[in-house]
C-alpha cells in the first residue's frame, strides 16, 4: 500500500503534494453561504440546503470549444456505430459457425464503439464543458431528536392500549396461533418436490447377468476383446444406455492388467463382501466410475503407475489394490463391480454392487 | 447565472403536471443538488450495479430464446459436428442461441462477462468498504445488505450457468448435489427435492431456471434498491481532506455531475463487456457437448468466484466418520461450510467485533485511511490471503502444469499456507500500517523532503524540509484512534469497577480494545490531535503507545481538521 507520491523535485517549486486516496484540490470551492433565494414554499425550511449557484460558463472557455467539437464527434461517432449495428444484424447471415464468428465481430465491435463513443462523450463533456465544481452539503443527524423518540414512543403505547392487545391475551395468543399453521404451509408444499430417497442411493442398474457395453459403441465386450494391458474403457449396462439417471450411478470403469499386477484384498464392510479378485475375470476389474467424492466420473488413469485420478478433485486410486486412496479427498475406494462371464462369452455383472456408489450420505452408514 | 436560460414549455408544461400530481419539485430539488463525493474507489460499487443492469437487460434477451427443459431432442442445427446427437433442449436452445439468434451469441457472452463483473465488482467494493472503515455506523444494515448480495450472486451465478446443460456446468452440478448429499440429516432429502429424485433427473432445468430468472433477481433488485434508498438517505461516507468533517459532505452535485459521470461509466462499462464478449469467448458450451454423467473433460473449472469452494473441495484430506450406521463426510462438509462461513460470516459479524472491542458508538462519516486502522487492515489482508490460497488451490491442476510442479505438492503447500498466508499477512500488513503511520507522523512533524541540499556555515549537510500545507495536512490528520479502555479490574476513584471490565469477556475486551488502540502518536505542538499519551504501556518503541483520548471517546481524538489553527512545526 505504497501512498505517498515523492515530491521531490530538485529545485524550484516543489509541485503539489498529494496523498493519495484523497480527492485532487478542487478549483472552485463554492461556499456554503446561508440561502440566498429559492426558498419557495414555506413549511420545512430547516432542511433548505445552503443554495450555491453552479456557474455555466466553462473554467476555459476556448479550451471548452475544442473539447465541444471532440464530445460532438464522439457522438456522431456513437451514431455510425449504432446505424452499423442494425446493419451489420440486418445484412450478415449466421447459421454456421463462421458466419456466427463474423457476426460477432461486426455486432460486437459496433455495439462497443456506439457505447464507447457515448461514454468517451459524456465523459469529457463533464470534464471539459462543465464548469468544476465542489459543493458542500450538511448531513442531518440520523438519530431522531429526543422529543420525535418520545412522541413515537408514546403513540406506539397509544395505540397498543387502544388496540387492547395487551389487556386481552386471548386474542393475541389465538392470533399467533392462527399464523403458525400458515406460516408451515410454505415448507409443507414443497413437500412433492421429489421422493423420498429410500434406498435408492443404494442400488444401482446392475444385476446379475447385465451386459457391460462400452461407452460410445455399445457393443457388449468379451475378456478376449479387451486383452490389452493398461487400457482403461468406459463401461455402460445394457439397456440403460441412454438413462442418464442410470448412468449417473451405473457408469463404470474396465481396467485390463497383465497377469500378476492385480492385486486386489478380500474385504468386507460387516458382512458384506465389497472386494476380492474373485470379482474380476482375467486381469480385467469394473469399479465404479463415480468418484466416493462427490460424484464426479473418474475418467483419468496412468498406465505406469495405475493410478486412477479424479479430474475434479484430485482423488487418486490405486487400481492394482481395489482402487484404495491414495490422494486427495475421496473418503472411501472406489466400489468394485463384480464380473463373470455369461454363455456367449461376454462380460456380465455378477451382481448389482454390493455398497452404495458416489458420495457419502447420512444414511450410507 | 442561469437567468437567461428559458425551461421549454415542453419540460415546465410535463414538470408541473406531473407535480400538480405528485409533488415531486420539493424532494426531486434536493435530490438534484445531493452532493456525490469524487473517489475513485467510489466507482467500484456502480460497477457492480451496471453490471447487473446489463445482466438484467442481455438475461431478458436469452430468456425469449432459451428452453429451460431436460426433455432429450435429437439436435439437426447449424452446428453440424452435433448433428444427430441427442441432448437436452436446454442444451439444444443454447446451441439455437448462439448458431441461429443473430446477436445470440453476443447477448450470451454479454451476459456471462457481466456475471463475472458483477461478482469481481461487488467483492472489490466490499474489500473498499472494509478497508476503509465505510461499514461503520449508521451504515452497518448496508454493509450486511452487501453481503446478502454477494451470497445472493453466488447461487444466481452458480444456477445460471448450469442451465446450459452442457458437459462442464453439468459437473458442477454433479458436484453441487453429492455436497448437497454429504449434509448430514437432511442432506440426501434436499438433493431428492430439489432435483426432484435422483441425480440428474428431469426436474432440475426448470427449477434452476425459475429460481435463476424470478426468485434471485427479484431478491437481488429489492436489495440492491434498498442498498441505494440506504446510502442516499444516510449520505455518502467520504475520504478525509480539508474541510470534510463528520458533519458534511464535499463533492459534486448529482445533476448534472453525477448524472452524466454515473451515465458514461455505464456507457463505458457496457462497451467494456461488449468488446470482451466481442473478443474474449467464454463458454463456448458448443465445444464441451451436452451433458453425461458419464464422461467429463480434465481440468474441468467453475467460474472465478466459485474457485473457493472448488479450491476448498481439492484441498480437504480425505475425512469420513461413520457411527451408529451414519456417515458424515467431513471432506465433503468442511468446504462446502468453513471457507464461507469465515469469511462472509466474519464479515457480517466484523462491525460489531470491532464496535465491540473499540467501545466506539459515534457515527463514522469519514473513512479511515487503511493505514490508520491496523487491526482492521491486517485482518482483511488475512481474510483476503485465506480466500486467495483457497482461490488458487481451484486451480491446482492448472498450477501444476504451468509450473511443472507434482500436483500433490502444490495441494500440501496450500494446506500449508491456508494456515500460515493468513497469520504472515497480519503480521506484516500490521507492521506495514504502523510503518506507514510513522511516515505520516514524520511528514506532519517535520514536513516534506524537499530534495534540497543545503550546506550549512559550520559545514554541515541537511536537507530542507517544506511544512505541509493545509490541505496535505488535513488527510494525514484525520486519524481517529479507538480510545482505550480501562481493564479488567480496573477501578475508578470511589472503588467502582470500570463497566468495561464485568463479565467473562471482560479480558478478552481488554485485550482486543489494546490491540485496536495501537497507533504511532503524533506530536504536534498544540494541533488539535493526539493529546496525551499518558496510560500507554511503554513500548520498545517509544512512538508506538496505545490511545489517548479519554473514553467514551465519541470521535475519538479528532479536531476534524486543522481549524483555523495552523501550527507551523518550524
Redesign the interface.
Known sequence: MSDMEEAEGPQGPVPPHRVIGTPPPTPRLLGSGAGDGGTSDGHGAEVEQAEEKLPDVSDFPSHANNAEKIVAFCFLLAFIAGCGFIAAYIGLEVGSVDSVFRSNLALGLSLSVALLGLGFGAIIWVRQLMPDVEITEERHEMRSSDADRAAFGEYFAEGTGASQFVKRPIVRRTLMLATLPLAAIPIVVLRDLGPQPGTSLRHTVWSPGRRLLVYGTNQPITPAEFSAPGGMITIVPEGYTDDLDALAKAAVILIKFRPGELNIPTRTDGNTLIGTMNWTVDNIVAYSKICTHVGCPVALYEQTTHHILCPCHQSTFEATTGATVIFGPAPRPLPQLPLTVDAQGYLVARSDFTQPVGPSFWERG | ??DD?NVPKALSGTGSWLDDRFHGA?GLR?FM???F???WSFMLGEIALWSFVILLLTGTFLAFFFVPSSA?VVYHG???KLDGI?MSQAYASTLNI?????????MR?IHHWAADLFMAALTIHMLRVFFTGAYRK?REVNWLIGIALFSLGLIEGLFGYSLPDDQLSG?GL??F???L?????????L???????????G?IIPRMYIIHVLLIPGLLLALITAHLFIMVH??HTQ?????RT????????FF??FM??G??????I??AL??V???AQINPIWLYGP??????????QPDFYMGIL?GS????????W?FL?????F??LI?FIVPLTVVLGGAALWPFFERWATGDKS?H?VND???NAPIRTATGMAAVTFYGVLWAEGA??VIADKLQIP??TV?WIARVLIFVGPAIAFYVTRR?CIG?QR?DKE?LEHG?????IRQLPNGEFIEVH?P??E??R???EAKKVPALMPGPGSEDENGVPAPQAHGALGLPRAIANRAFAETVVIETNGHGNGHGNGDGPADEHAAVGAGHAEFPGGDGGSGDGPGGESGDPD
Open positions: 447565472m442561469s436560460l420539493r434536493v443538488r445531493k452532493v463525493p469524487d473517489h432429450p447449424s452446428y453440424v441427442s448462439s448458431f441461429e439468434v443473430r446477436a445470440g451469441l453476443l457472452q449508521p459437473a454433479r458436484i448435489e453429492g455436497v448429499q454429504g449434509i448430514p440429516i437432511v442432506g440426501t432429502y438433493a431428492f427435492f430439489l432435483f426432484g429424485g435422483t441425480f440428474p433427473g426436474s444516510q449520505k475520504m478525509p481532506g480539508l474541510g463528520e458533519k458534511n459532505v464535499v463533492g459534486q452535485p448534472p455531475y452524466a459521470k451515465g458514461a461509466w455505464f456507457f463505458f457496457f462497451a461488449a468488446l464478449a466481442t473478443f451433458y453425461t454423467p458419464v464422461a467429463i473433460s480434465s481440468a474441468s472448488e473441495l481439492r484441498m480437504m484430506p480425505a475425512w469420513e461413520s450406521g451414519h456417515t458424515i463426510s471432506s465433503v468446504p457515527y462519516n485511511r487503511p493505514r491446482n491442476d500436483l500433490y495441494t506495514t506507514l511516515k511528514l516534506l523532503e524537499t530534495g534540497i517544506r505541509l500545507t490541505e496535505e488535513a488527510p494525514l
